[in-house]
C-alpha cells in the first residue's frame, strides 16, 4: 500500500496542477477545497509513511489510521454490543491488550478489579503468603545441561519459541533475535536454519534441527556431520534442538516449492535451486527409541559439547514410554525435552492437524513429566514447554505443573506488532511479521521493534517474579502442582496435584504402578518404536 500511496500523490498532484488551469481563478471555491483536501491527506499519508513505530500505518498510510479509530470505539461496541475482553480466539483482547502495553512500556495495571468471574468452574490462581519476598527478576534462570554437557547454558525462564526464517520474515527475525539480545534471553531458529538474519544482532540461539536437517545436510536429504559441526560450534548457538514434531501438524511433513526457493533460502538450508525441497514426517537418520538417543550423544559430541535437546507433540504414550526405557539401557539422557501441545502454534497446518491430532499442551506436559519421575531420571534433563504464554500467570501455570522453562511464540509476534489478522499462512501479513514481501516488511523497523520484544521479556519477568515472591518463594524451581488451584465447582476447589495424578520417584520401576500408565509400559520397547507386545481389550481397559 505505500507503493500506492506515493503513485495517488504523485497522481494527485497532476490533477491539482491541471486544476489551475482548467478552474480559474486560482480561487476557485472548488480547486480550494480540492486541493485542501488532497493536501491533507497527502501531508498524513507522507507522516504514516516515515514514521517507525507503527508497522501497520507505515504499511498502509492512512488508511490504517481506520483501525486506530475503530480501536478506540470498540471497547464501548464490543462491551455492549459484541463480545467481552476475554471472548476472542485464539488469543482475547486482554491478552493482547496486555503484550502490547507491555512491549510498549505503556501503563498495564488493571482497573475496578478483575473482569473473571472468580466463582464460576474453570477460574484458577495461586496462593499468597502472609511472608512475601522481593525478588530480583533477573535471578528467574535455570542451568540446562546434564553430566555430558561440558558448556551448560543459563537460560531465562521465558524464551522465543521455534519460528523459521521464511515463516516470519527477515525483518521479523532481526527485531526477535536483536530483542534477545537485549534481554538476554534465547532465540529459537526454528527448522528452517541459521540464517544472516539470526546472526546480525548476536541473540542467543538454539539451532533446531528438523526432519530436513536444513543447514547441515547433503544433496540427497541426508543428513551432513561437517556441515553441522560448522555450524553448531558457532558461539551464537547455545543450544541445539532435534525436531521430531511440533503441535501445529505433527507426523505432517511438508514441500518447498522450488519456485519460492530464492538463492538465500538455498544457501541457510544448503538445498538446491529449481527443485522441491521435501520436509519429511520423520527423520531418516534414527527410527528407534536407542538411534534417537544416539544421535543426541552424536550431536552433544559434534558441537563441542553443548546442550542438546529434544522436541516433541505427544502422540502414542508408549513411544515417549520407549524413549524413557531407552534413556535407562543407554545412560544416553537429553540435556532438555521441549513438549508441544497438539492445540497448534504459529506453523500453518491443516485444521485437522491443529484441531484434532496431538495431546493437547498440559496433558502433554504432566505426562512427559510424570514418566522422567516415574523412572527416577526427572533430575537428568530438563523440560521446556510452550503454548500461549502472553502473562506471568501463563508462565507460572506451566511451571507449577511440572516445567522448567518456557517457550512464547505467538506473544512475541504480538510484541512485534503482529495484529491477529489471522493472514500468516498467505504472504500477506499487514504487519510484516508473517511475510516475504518486501512492501509488507519494510514496515517493521528492526530498530524499533526489537525494543518491544525486550520490553514485553522484561516487564513480564517482573510480574512473574512479584507473583513469586507474594507467594513465599525464592525462585521458580520451588513451585509444584499444589500451588495451582482451579474452581472445579460451585463450592469446589481442587489444586492441579488433586486434577492431575503425579507419580512418585522411581513409582514405574516398581513391581506394581498405577494402571493408567502400565499398559503403555507393557507395549513400550527400548529398541523400538512398535508395540513390544499385545493387551486384550479387557487389559486397555
Known amino acids: 500500500m505505500r507503493r500506492e500511496f506515493f503513485l495517488f500523490a504523485i497522481i494527485g498532484s497532476l490533477i491539482c496542477a491541471i486544476g489551475f488551469w482548467v478552474l480559474p481563478p486560482l480561487y476557485h471555491p472548488l480547486h480550494i477545497t480540492i486541493t485542501s483536501l488532497f493536501a491533507l491527506i497527502v501531508f498524513i499519508g507522507l507522516k504514516d509513511a516515515f514514521q517507525t513505530k507503527h508497522t501497520i500505518l507505515r504499511n498502509f498510510p492512512v488508511l490504517g489510521k481506520f483501525r486506530y479509530l475503530l480501536e478506540m470505539v470498540r471497547p464501548e461496541i464490543q462491551q455492549y454490543f459484541i463480545e467481552s475482553n476475554s471472548d476472542g480466539r485464539p488469543f482475547n483482547r486482554e491478552d493482547r491488550s496486555l503484550v502490547y502495553q507491555r512491549s510498549k512500556g505503556d501503563l498495564d495495571t488493571l482497573p475496578f ?39 551448560p547454558y543459563s537460560a531465562s525462564i521465558l524464551n ?57 545436510r547433503h544433496p540427497d536429504g541426508s543428513f551432513n556431520p561437517e556441515m553441522f559441526k560448522e555450524n553448531a560450534t558457532r558461539p551464537e548457538v547455545k543450544m541445539i534442538e532435534i525436531k521430531i514434531s511440533q503441535g501445529a501438524k505433527p507426523g505432517h511433513g511438508g514441500i518447498l516449492p522450488a519456485r519460492k ?52 507433540c505427544l ?28 492445540e497448534g502454534g504459529t506453523g500453518a497446518a491443516p485444521i485437522e492437524f491443529s484441531n484434532h491430532i496431538g495431546s493437547p499442551g498440559l496433558d502433554s506436559l504432566v505426562y512427559v513429566h510424570n514418566c522422567l519421575v516415574g523412572f527416577g531420571i526427572r533430575n537428568k534433563m530438563k523440560i521446556i514447554t510452550s503454548g500461549k504464554i502472553a502473562s506471568a500467570f501463563d508462565l507460572m501455570k506451566r511451571l507449577c505443573l511440572g ?8 506473544s512475541m509476534m504480538l510484541a512485534l506488532g503482529c495484529i491477529q489478522a489471522l493472514r500468516c499462512n498467505s504472504n500477506h501479513c499487514p504487519a510484516g511479521v508473517a511475510t516475504n514481501d518486501p512492501n509488507l516488511e519494510a514496515g517493521l523497523v528492526v530498530s524499533h521493534k526489537r525494543g518491544r520484544v525486550a520490553s514485553f521479556h522484561k516487564e513480564t ?46 513409582e514405574l520401576l516398581q513391581e506394581t504402578m498405577p494402571a493408567e500408565f502400565m499398559w503403555a509400559f507393557r507395549l513400550a520397547s527400548a529398541e523400538s518404536f512398535d508395540p513390544a507386545d499385545t493387551l486384550t481389550i479387557t487389559e486397555m481397559r
Open 160 to 216: 522465543i519459541s521455534a519460528m523459521s526464517y521464511g515463516s516470519l520474515s527477515g525483518s521479523a527475525i532481526q527485531a526477535l533475535n536483536g530483542g534477545a539480545q537485549e534481554g538476554n534471553f534465547a532465540h529459537n531458529t526454528g527448522e528452517g536454519g541459521i540464517s544472516p538474519h539470526h546472526l546480525k544482532h548476536k541473540g542467543d540461539l538454539i539451532w533446531q534441527v528438523g526432519t530436513g536437517y536444513f543447514g547441515c
Open 403 to 410: 516445567a522448567d522453562v518456557c517457550y512464547a511464540a505467538r
Open 261 to 312: 526457493i530464492t538463492p538465500e533460502i538455498a544457501a541457510i538450508r544448503g538445498v538446491p535451486m529449481g527443485q522441491d525441497v521435501l520436509s519429511p514426517p520423520t527423520h531418516s537418520t534414527f527410527d528407534t527409541p536407542i538411534g534417537l538417543l544416539n544421535f543426541v550423544a552424536q550431536l552433544r559430541e559434534l558441537s563441542g559439547g553443548k546442550p542438546v535437546g529434544f522436541k516433541l
Open 315 to 342: 502422540g502414542k504414550r508408549r513411544e515417549f514410554m520407549a524413549i524413557c526405557k531407552a534413556m535407562m539401557k543407554t545412560q544416553i539422557f537429553p540435556d532438555y525435552i521441549a513438549v508441544d501441545g497438539g
Open 113 to 151: 478489579g478483575t473482569q473473571k468471574d472468580v466463582y464460576a468452574p474453570g477460574y484458577q490462581w495461586v496462593n499468597h503468603s502472609i511472608k512475601a519476598r522481593h525478588l530480583d527478576h533477573e535471578s528467574m534462570r535455570v542451568t540446562i545441561g546434564g553430566e555430558s554437557c561440558s558448556q
Open 461 to 506: 519477568m517482573k510480574s512473574f517474579a512479584h507473583m513469586l515472591g507474594a507467594m513465599g518463594l525464592g525462585h521458580p524451581d520451588e513451585l509444584r502442582p499444589w500451588h495451582l488451584q482451579m474452581r472445579t465447582g460451585a463450592s469446589e476447589v481442587k489444586h492441579f496435584g488433586q486434577i492431575f495424578h503425579y507419580l512418585e520417584e522411581g
